[in-house]
């Protein structure tokens, strides 16, 4: 069963169609990368999936269970046990690292949270790090901070808007392979977002490439490679 | 529970500002339940025609005068690289928060003390005067974040083909044109609007007309046709440039700005420091000095008598100013939120008709609304205060915080929701301290601008519960010019003690070891 199924979605903003009657299902431990170009409203199938906009008309279903539809949200962001990275990491600047990761630890009133963080700094080469602020870290830090503040949660899904958009290409290459590294290691589905094709092609079991709110095609990367598609074509050649 | 506090704030917002302002627009066009345009009829006579002509020629000559001069200081201020001007800029704000009447007070007393300029002072050319130096800094702020947001790519592609001149009349110039028309019309509304500085100096201007009609022939028809047509001139300019004030975007406390560039002043800087040091005495200096030297000329205890007269105003003016920055800052965050947040722009515009309502029409709506048998509780206390500062500054406090709110990314506020945080969670623990520079600064802005609000409350207070700048209004007709001067001058005071602890405040509060970038 999909862990993520989309069903005849449409979403605009105000007169602007975004989303165009898109159907996807999304397989449980894979890794899915949404390819298209700015604008193509990739991001916006993240944030409805994540629960953070309402859809114009379809479904969503999370494991088999409706949880949006047409503009109403069945069930809130908080209880659909989504991890989300956004692209400008979204990470709190007046808390520090131990504070960013323990805020959703502290809300879910775990216990052992303390031991919790250290275990996941410890991961993820942070342990120095723990008392400093974001503007204090690497921009390389920072991504990794906000995975762990994901992953710390335990969601059953992580969602990633263009992670690594703002890094130079040659710490792309280098933080890209870490994360691969370091998430491989988690039993967790991921549904990443991003424009360069290279990215989708060295991460994702499965590639979906969308333009101007309508799916192009599906498949694995070989799939995508071989795909005959006149726009995916055109734009894996750029 | 969010929708429950927008929809709370909506309404008593719409209750307690909105629908007395609209009572009173409506009953305008009726007499006896007939509809009628009797009212208006009287605003056609010749004296009242030729009051509002004067008015708008007053407000024009201020607008324009503003402009230019803030605009001048706005221009060497943000493209010059001339020393001290980090100091200019902030010292020049300084006439902005001092209550209107105060500097008035202040020219009078320098032209009692040198002699001739009586005549001037209490004239028309007086208004102007006072009005420009008042309403310059205004003008300086829209003028100088529209500068400091244009970016150098602009003028550097230019230089590839032209002069500092051309560039500065065919680049710079119409890219800032909106901010220097929309400075122009907001300190024309500004103006026109304005009661207790030609009041001070017993000019005869609209404003102070419908307060006659109002307060002495008890002419409620005449003032309220007046007021109609004071709102109408008012809000229609706003409404002509509501893209740009309704965002306001240079209210704010920390803008963003793109690298600027600075053109190099040689020799005339020494030229251009002489100017910026003669203005700043005639908006700063001088009349603080005055002011002093008046309050203690030849009689050190006039000092002692004035505040044992303002002791109880002074308690008062703290108490409910205190109390309306509250309420400010209250229906400033909600009002911001949804703007900002949930994307309602529509907001802006009514707050900023609102803020195009001059005090005393504000005054006159509360009144006719609020007494009324039912409710009378509200209009015989001091609550009927508060009100008055609600409406008259919500505008500010909303820009203020709202503009503040546009720099913080709302994924911070979704990451912290996707974890479960409540929405008062997310605005305590992620929002709130991030904004917490911005919600401080617009509460002592909000605080300073209740203390010298004089236009309303002067209209709507009931008694025992009179304020600084009333006080000093009304004494001053029957008490020697020293007596006024050293009332204005604690006033002041603690206006410049609470502008220390703004500028302090903000400083404490934006030196910590995060940074949102």
């Known amino acids: 069963m999909a862990i993520v199924s989309l069903q005849n979605i449409s979403k605009s903003f105000g007169k602007t169609p975004i989303i165009n009657n898109i159907s996807l299902d999304i397989e449980e431990g894979k890794f899915t990368c949404l390819l298209g170009s700015s604008g193509s409203g990739k991001t916006t199938i993240l944030r409805l999936i994540a629960g953070l906009e309402k859809s114009d008309s379809g479904k969503i279903l999370l494991n088999g269970k409706l949880v949006n539809e047409k503009n109403k949200i069945l069930l809130p962001s908080s209880k659909r046990e989504i991890g989300f990275i956004f692209q400008d990491l979204a990470l709190w600047p007046h808390l520090t690292v131990y504070e960013n990761i323990a805020f959703g630890l502290n809300i879910k009133k775990e216990e052992n949270v303390t031991i919790k963080i250290s275990a996941i700094l410890d991961f993820f080469g942070l342990e120095e790090h723990r008392n400093k602020y974001p503007n204090q870290l690497s921009g390389g830090q920072q991504q990794l901070v906000a995975i762990a503040r994901s992953l710390v949660l335990k969601p059953k899904m992580l969602l990633m808007d263009e992670p690594l958009a703002n890094l130079d290409v040659k710490l792309k290459t280098k933080i890209r392979n870490h994360i691969k590294n370091l998430i491989d290691q988690f039993p967790i589905t991921i549904i990443y977002v991003t424009h360069d094709h290279y990215e989708a092609f060295k991460l994702a079991d499965e590639i979906i490439v969308i333009n101007n709110g309508k799916i192009e095609d599906t498949g694995s990367p070989e799939d995508i490679q071989k795909s005959e598609n006149t726009f995916v074509k055109e734009f894996i050649e750029i | ?517």
């Open chain 2, 1 to 517: 529970m969010k929708k429950t506090i927008y929809i709370i704030t909506i309404f008593a917002f719409l209750f307690l500002v909105i629908f007395p302002l609209l009572t009173m627009v409506v009953s305008s066009f009726f007499k006896n339940g007939n509809f009628t345009l009797e009212h208006y009829l009287y605003v056609l006579n010749k004296g009242t025609l030729f009051l509002l002509l004067k008015s708008i020629g007053l407000a024009f000559a201020v607008a324009l005068i503003a402009t230019l001069i803030g605009g001048f200081f706005a221009f060497t201020l943000t493209k010059t690289n001339l020393p001290m001007k980090n100091i200019f800029k902030l010292i020049f704000l300084i006439p902005l928060f001092i209550s209107p009447y105060i500097i008035a007070v202040s020219w009078v007393d320098f032209f009692i003390m040198f002699g001739n300029g009586k005549l001037f002072i209490y004239s028309p050319f007086g208004v102007i005067f006072i009005l420009s130096l008042i309403f310059s800094p205004l003008s300086m702020i829209i003028i100088s974040s529209s500068l400091a947001n244009l970016s150098a790519r602009f003028e550097e592609a230019g230089l590839m083909m032209t002069t500092n001149f051309k560039i500065i009349t065919k680049i710079v110039l119409p890219l800032i044109k909106p901010a220097i028309i929309s400075s122009f019309i907001l300190v024309f509304v500004l103006s026109i609007s304005e009661f207790s500085v030609p009041a001070f100096l017993s000019v005869n201007v609209f404003t102070t007309e419908i307060f006659t009609q109002f307060s002495a022939f008890y002419n409620y028809d005449l003032a309220v046709a007046n007021s109609i047509v004071l709102i109408f001139i008012c809000v229609s300019l706003l409404l002509a440039e509501r893209y740009y004030l309704a965002d306001a975007p240079f209210l704010s406390m920390s803008l963003k700005s793109h690298k600027v560039k600075l053109i190099e002043l040689k020799r005339s800087k020494y030229f251009l420091i002489f100017i910026h040091f003669s203005y700043l005495s005639l908006s700063v200096i001088i009349p603080v000095l005055v002011l002093s030297i008046q309050s203690f000329q030849g009689n050190e205890a006039i000092f002692g008598k004035a505040f044992s007269l303002l002791s109880v105003n002074i308690i008062n003016s703290v108490f409910y100013s205190f109390t309306g920055a509250i309420f400010l800052l209250f229906f400033g965050f909600v009002f911001a939120y949804i703007s900002e947040r949930e994307k309602i722009k529509s907001i802006n515009l009514v707050l900023l008709i609102t803020f195009g309502i001059p005090s005393t029409v504000l005054g006159i709506g509360l009144i006719k609304f609020f007494n009324t048998p039912i409710l009378n509780f509200i209009y015989s206390g001091y609550w009927i205060i508060v009100i008055g500062y609600l409406g008259r500054f919500i505008f500010i406090a909303e820009k203020l915080i709202s503009n503040t709110i546009k720099q913080i990314p709302l994924s911070f506020e979704e990451s912290a929701k996707l974890m479960g945080a409540s929405f008062f969670l997310r605005i305590k623990k992620v929002l709130f301290p991030l904004i917490s520079d911005g919600l401080f600064g617009a509460f002592l802005i909000s605080f300073i601008f209740c203390l010298g609000e004089l236009g309303t409350t002067i209209l709507v207070y009931p008694p025992g519960t009179s304020v600084m700048p009333i006080k000093v209004y009304t004494i001053m007709a029957n008490a020697p010019q020293s007596l006024t001067s050293a009332m204005s001058l604690i006033v002041l005071l603690i206006t410049l003690i609470a502008l220390i602890f703004l500028f302090t405040g903000h400083k404490i509060l934006t030196k910590q070891k995060w940074s949102l970038d």
